[in-house]
């Protein structure tokens, strides 16, 4: 069984070729990412395994479908970037990681608030310079805050279980069942206008449909707690980007950490650092002392790529022995 994995780095082939002893299979690191142009990269592969930017759309699908692949065996627990449909139509089973250490995405997103919050990167650079001084470093107790929790699926809940662990309310909205373990560490789910409104801190853990596209919008920030933070480690499309940026410098936004940006493709996972960036909306952000953005890192911890490696694999095997698992189905 042949595999070609887009968008690969060197971390790729580290884990996929350790989690390969256990199967065997022909893997191909391919650095460049998938679109319809590149789909001709994978003629001859049955399972072809892309990232969370590659474009995994009808024309792509069909050109690898032409080239005789028949999985797409995502390395992700989103899926956005692939059209189900067009996947179904065709006849090829789309896989995904479902579930691989969420632990990793929510201490991300804690990570992220505490550097907010406490100004880590600003102090630290200070310190660096001989600058021991504590003016515009003033923080505020997490304890005894609200935080609002978009989507209490896995990484909501072990988000939310940290967070009460800091002493916070929680708040959560979510349209499907509401948690029994959030319920009862005192979570109130709410609807999203009364979270919005209420939450001095909004972490958004939900998946990028087209439902939740730009959830959070100018309007939605218009509703948040003046001077509130808003966390973003789910994906980019969820936030209107070009919205954070008057919310930002009129002081209706306090706080903003991203670890997803909705034009992330073809910058994130890339060293840009000898390039001017072409992006306005992400250059304007960047400038902002009140904002840190990560580049899609929240899953990058070593347990976590060790999962992700061996499921996506599992997930082949599966379907080479015709009891395939962890299927992604179009909707409708
Ligand atoms: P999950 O499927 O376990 O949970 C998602 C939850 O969102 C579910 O409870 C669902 O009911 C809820 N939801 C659906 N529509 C909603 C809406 N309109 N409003 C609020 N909630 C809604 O998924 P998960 O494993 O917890 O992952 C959540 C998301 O995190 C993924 O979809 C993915 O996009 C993102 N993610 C990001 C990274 C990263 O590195 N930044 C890594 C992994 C996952």
Not at 61 to 80: D, Q, V, Y
Not at 127 to 139: A, C, I, N, V
Request: net charge negative; aromatic share 8%; proline share 4%.
């Amino acid at each position: 069984m042949r595999i070609i994995l887009f968008s690969s780095r060197q971390y790729d082939n580290d884990t996929f070729t350790e989690a390969n002893t256990a199967h065997g299979y022909e893997l191909h690191f391919q650095e460049s990412n998938l679109d319809s142009e590149t789909a001709i990269l994978a003629h001859g592969y049955e399972v072809v395994c892309p990232f969370v930017n590659d474009q995994v759309d009808a024309a792509t699908l069909e050109r690898l479908h032409a080239g005789g692949t028949r999985m797409i065996a995502l390395r992700s627990a989103g899926f956005n970037h692939v059209d189900l449909a067009a996947a179904e139509r065709l006849g090829m089973l789309v896989a995904r990681v479902p579930a691989y250490s969420p632990y990793a995405v929510a201490e991300h997103a804690v990570g992220l608030i505490l550097a907010l919050n406490r100004r880590l990167p600003r102090a630290v650079a200070r310190t660096r310079e001989g600058d021991f001084s504590l003016h515009g470093l003033l923080g505020f107790d997490l304890h005894g805050k609200t935080v609002g929790v978009i989507g209490t699926g896995i990484i909501g809940r072990v988000f939310a279980r940290i967070m009460a662990g800091f002493g916070m309310h929680i708040l959560a909205y979510d349209p499907g069942t509401p948690s029994d373990e959030l319920l009862a560490l005192g979570t109130r789910y709410v609807p999203l206008d009364t979270l919005l409104a209420e939450a001095d801190v909004v972490s958004l853990h939900c998946p990028l449909l087209p439902d939740t596209y730009h959830l959070i919008d100018g309007a939605a920030l218009a509703k948040m707690k003046r001077g509130a933070m808003l966390i973003n480690t789910g994906r980019g499309g969820l936030v209107e980007a070009n919205a954070l940026i008057g919310a930002l410098k009129d002081g209706q936004l306090g706080h903003l950490g991203l670890d997803v940006y909705e034009e992330e493709g073809g910058i994130f996972f890339e060293d840009h650092s000898n390039l001017p960036l072409q992006d306005d909306v992400l250059a304007r952000l960047l400038m902002f002392p009140n904002v840190i953005v990560t580049a899609h890192q929240a899953f990058f911890t070593r347990e976590a790529m060790t999962e992700i490696a061996q499921t996506t694999l599992a997930n082949v095997a599966a379907w080479q022995a015709g009891t395939p698992r962890n299927v992604v189905h179009a909707v409708g």
